[in-house]
């Protein structure tokens, strides 16, 4: 959904993350070395940032980066130790708001907050919007517990 | 050694992700760094370990890795001539 419209998508799971990025973008192939989280983010940020640009991004979930600690997991288990450097990258979920800082040329906070509920976020832009009253924010949930199940609400906020 | 080289191709794919390319796309002799494939040092690390997790070769030396990872076909050489399995 943009701004209450449905975006039509054929995909689902993954793939679907990769059908908007070829929709939407399409000229960063960094976007396939992400983990699942990190495209997530990246994506919904892409398609969101293309209407308004922002000074700050904080967004947050409840399951960190755990998708991706599972599978670097899997790469150091006994008897199979090879440590996957690209997978050790995404084991921390602030790598998504630093992804998007990167991309779209954001200098102001960039902050990932791990809390129990989504809620619990709105006290915290509130404070960086009191402290930083002309700041412009992109903030939201973007959660990604295991493959193929997901969701990410983003959006922008300013003061009148 | 061509054989090994599309084999190495096929690898290099996978594990790094490159999910709209195939082995037709790598050029055997283009710089994997800065031109080329245009790798970064984390793709580097990635290629140590396919090089330990594949053909049980362990670089002991860093500095080598300038040359070794000149090319696929250099990669290949380096291969062909050090792998235990």
Known sequence: ?160 | MEQLIEQLKSQIIEALNFEEMTPADIDSEAPLFGEGLGLDSIDALELIMLMDREYGIKLADPKAGKQIFASVRTMAEYIEANRTK
């Open chain 1, 1 to 160: 959904m943009l701004d209450g419209q449905p975006i039509a998508t054929q995909e689902a799971g993954d793939k679907m993350l990769v059908e908007l990025y070829r929709k939407y973008a399409g000229d960063y192939p960094k976007f396939f070395k992400m983990d699942t989280l990190c495209r997530l983010g990246w994506v919904a940020a892409e398609i969101l940032l293309k209407k308004q640009s922002v000074d700050a991004v904080i967004l947050a979930n409840c399951s960190a980066s755990i998708k991706n600690d599972t599978d670097y997991l899997a790469t150091i288990s006994e008897g199979k130790y090879y440590p996957s450097p690209s997978l050790f990258v995404y084991t921390l979920p602030n790598i998504v708001t630093g992804e998007i800082a990167i991309r779209h040329h954001i200098q102001g906070e960039t902050s990932f907050y791990i809390l129990e509920k989504e809620e619990q976020l709105e006290p915290i832009v509130n404070s960086t919007l009191a402290a930083q009253p002309e700041l412009c924010v992109m903030t939201g949930w973007c959660e990604c517990s295991e493959a193929n199940k997901f969701y990410a609400k983003l959006n922008i906020i300013w003061n009148n």
